[in-house]
């Protein structure tokens, strides 16, 4: 992700589709936003600022 912006914006998108996704987590290191894929595989979207 460019932006954590952007990031919040998928986890609106995931809620009006009913997509099933952790909360997004913030941490030292960016901010993370998790769930899984039709076959149950488990994604995850990342932001870390200052990272080109």
Do not use: C
């Amino acid at each position: 992700m460019d932006s954590r912006e952007e990031l919040d914006a998928w986890a609106d998108w995931f809620e009006e589709q009913g997509v099933t996704h952790s909360p997004i987590v913030d941490a030292t290191y960016g901010s993370v936003l998790t769930f899984k894929d039709p076959d149950l595989f488990q994604l995850e979207m990342f932001y870390r600022p200052n990272h080109p």
